[in-house]
């Protein structure tokens, strides 16, 4: 997964449908398994924009989006953020809140 500045998340969601912005910190243990996850997530969901970003480095994102902690993945549908995910319980679960659509 490729690292995005704030200015390459505001391009991703202003030119794609649905683009997925994962939030970190280095010295986040929940982060580490979470960037797991997210790297299996973004292999199964090809044709969805997905960057990451250590949240230290564009701290004003916090802010502006209200973030509460890290991990966290910001789901953007049409230019706008449909949802906020904190608890990454697994890839299938990734999967089902960046497509909106459930597996079963």
């Not at 994962?22 to 797991?36: D, Q």
Request: proline letters at 5%; aromatic letters at 10%.
């Amino acid at each position: 997964m490729n690292e995005w500045s704030r200015e390459e998340w505001e391009q991703q969601k202003a030119t794609h449908d649905v683009t997925a912005f994962y939030l970190y910190t280095p010295m986040c243990g929940t982060c580490a398994v979470a960037s797991k996850m997210m790297d299996v997530t973004e292999k199964v969901i090809p044709n969805v924009p997905m960057g990451k970003a250590n949240l230290n480095y564009i701290e004003q994102i916090a802010y502006d989006y209200q973030i509460e902690s890290v991990p966290c993945l910001l789901i953007s549908e049409n230019g706008k953020v449909r949802e906020k995910v904190y608890a990454f319980q697994s890839v299938p679960n990734l999967y089902e809140k960046i497509l909106n659509k459930s597996l079963t």
